[in-house]
């Protein structure tokens, strides 16, 4: 069954640091998401993406985030200077089209900013 | 504003009884509800979703929900608990009347099931 694939699983990295989180979406899907959980919080929206651009964005993604197709397969989520509020699990999810229909997720990466 | 409600942080039920997991929502226009889960260090699987038709939809692994617009719920239920029920439970809401390229999901926080033996 195809599946949404993200690495690294887990990342560790310092206050300040540039991070990129890497997903890998469903090869024929044409519509892109990343969304973050926060430790015992809801999982929140953050960008999707289309046509290679943004369609939508929320508050929580200001400038330090950015997100990229880089090559027609990999999607990925840079931030920029990480800081410490930033540490949350990361989804990336993909659908094939808007309408009608679920996107699937991937497993996510923790991201711990120390 | 688009919302979604669990109101219960926690379910728990014997196995081989009925479960509810529930969840209300508010949004603009036309709802799509989803229902995903996440099994430990997993992701978001989808279970269910309604779109339009019946009421009632049924998904995987013996789950259903049952879509009540007047109380603007869509309950997760499944007549017989295994304990592999056990995991994250996610009721999510999208606006169904929004633009071709608009699909962003809002989530509830999350229900906790545990069935346990």
């Known amino acids: 069954e195809p599946e949404v694939t993200q690495t690294p699983s887990h990342q560790v990295t310092q206050m300040g640091q540039e991070v990129i989180l890497r997903c890998v979406p469903i090869s024929n899907h044409l519509y892109f998401y990343w969304y973050r959980q926060i430790l015992g919080q809801k999982v929140e929206f953050l960008v999707s993406f289309y046509n290679n651009e943004i369609s939508e964005k929320s508050e929580i993604f200001d400038d330090q985030f950015s997100v990229e197709r880089p090559d027609g397969s990999n999607f990925t989520l840079k931030i920029r200077s990480t800081k410490l509020e930033d540490s949350a699990m990361y989804f990336c999810?993909?659908?094939?089209?808007?309408?009608?229909?679920?996107?699937?997720f991937g497993q996510g990466t923790r991201l711990t900013v120390v | 504003a688009q919302s979604v409600a669990q109101p219960e942080d926690q379910v728990n039920v014997a196995e081989g009884n009925p479960l509810t997991v529930k969840c209300t929502y508010s949004?603009?226009?036309?709802?799509?509800l989803f229902w995903y889960v996440q099994y430990p260090n997993r992701g978001l699987q989808f279970l269910l979703k309604?779109?339009?038709?019946?009421?009632l939809v049924k998904g995987s692994y013996g789950f259903e929900a049952e879509f009540n617009k007047s109380q603007t719920s869509f309950h997760l239920k499944k007549p017989s608990a295994l304990v592999s029920d056990s995991a994250l439970y996610f009721c999510?809401?999208?606006?169904?009347?929004?633009?071709?390229?608009?699909?962003?999901?809002?989530f509830g926080r999350g229900t906790q099931l545990t069935v346990w033996p």
């Open positions: 309604y779109i339009t038709g019946d009421n």
């Open positions: 999510a809401v999208r606006e169904g009347n929004r633009g071709s390229t608009l699909g962003r999901l809002y």
């Open positions: 999810a993909s659908s094939d089209r808007v309408t009608n229909t679920e996107a699937f």
């Open positions: 949004v603009s226009g036309n709802p799509y």
